[in-house]
């Protein structure tokens, strides 16, 4: 097994470096401030190239784990919130687009959402619905033309700020609880949909927000996949985000451990940096052997994702 990183993605890490210094830096203190990350970051990420999602032909295909995972792991060392947000429209939005979304919605919405000029976020946490993903309450009622969806979803990063949304619905109240859940991709500017902004203390500046809907209207080439197979499909796009996730803690983790030992060096007691303290040097040293076991055992998650060996 070879994981050395091509020269390649390499040169497109230092890329991506000079973006966020150039382009971000600078502005984080603002937008912590506001506690909302700007349209604009999400369309100058598209337009670089950083979603880790390739256009052919208006066609949408992902690209290498180990790109996206570099990525990732730069952007959450200086603000895991932008880390998140950027995961969540990808990650989450898009890949289920792109999973389980028709022809017609693919290449209606694929390519302005890898651009990032159309954002995209996942609802599917209920108050009374977390890790079981089945135990959602969400009515989704056939009419004419469509669906009309009532509930509320609870706690939906990117809600504040997204233009669409993949929404899990239950369909067939009287099916089995693995097959009563249905997989909706719906407009949150549409009449009927109430957006609550939550206060939140981590992972800021990205939102969370509770999304209310009354009668919404889905048209039905609105949804997703098959009626019944939502669950099945919500589950695999939360699969394909974990290594994503992975990488953005992994990030969030180096970040942390690099301020820590900038401060442990500027730090002096008795006359000297506490980093020269023997313990604390092998406090440290303790810290670095885990986050480089954590990488290593990234980097192979990708390996095996890009030859697809998983």
């Not at 067939?172 to 249905?182: E, G, H, L, Q, Y």
């Not at 939360?238 to 401060?263: K, W």
């Amino acid at each position: 097994m070879d994981f050395t990183i091509p020269h390649s993605l390499s040169e497109e890490t230092i890329c991506f470096k000079k973006f966020i210094k150039d382009r971000i830096i600078s502005e984080l203190p603002g937008w912590y401030r506001r506690q909302e990350i700007p349209a604009e970051f999400f369309r100058e990420m598209g337009a670089g190239g950083w979603y880790g999602i390739e256009l052919k032909e208006d066609r949408l295909f992902r690209g290498s784990a180990l790109r996206e995972a570099l990525i990732t792991d730069e952007l959450a060392k200086i603000a895991p919130g932008l880390a998140v947000a950027a995961l969540v429209h990808i990650d989450l939005g898009l890949i289920a687009l792109h999973l389980c979304g028709s022809d017609d919605l693919k290449s209606r919405y694929g390519p302005s959402a890898a651009k990032g000029q159309t954002l995209m976020c996942v609802g599917n946490t209920e108050r009374m619905a977390g890790s079981d993903s089945a135990a959602i309450e969400m009515t989704a009622r056939k009419v004419k033309d469509g669906w009309l969806l009532n509930g509320t979803k609870a706690y939906v990063t990117n809600g504040y700020i997204s233009d669409l949304a993949v929404i899990t619905a239950v369909s067939d109240p009287r099916a089995s609880r693995n097959n009563r859940i249905t997989m909706y991709l719906v407009d949150l500017n549409a009449e009927g949909v109430r957006r609550k902004k939550l206060n939140k203390q981590v992972w800021i500046p990205s939102d969370l927000t509770r999304l209310q809907f009354d009668d919404v209207f889905v048209p039905h080439d609105y949804l997703m996949g098959c009626r019944g197979q939502g669950l099945q499909q919500v589950l695999t796009v939360f699969t394909y985000s974990r290594v994503p996730i992975a990488a953005m803690t992994l990030g969030t983790a180096v970040g942390a451990f690099e301020l820590a030992l900038a401060h442990a060096r500027k730090r002096k007691v008795f006359g000297q940096p506490i980093s020269e303290f023997q313990a604390k040097a092998f406090e440290a040293a303790d810290f670095y052997s885990k986050i480089e076991a954590a990488r290593l055992m990234l980097w192979k998650a990708c390996w095996k994702m890009d030859r697809k060996t998983t």
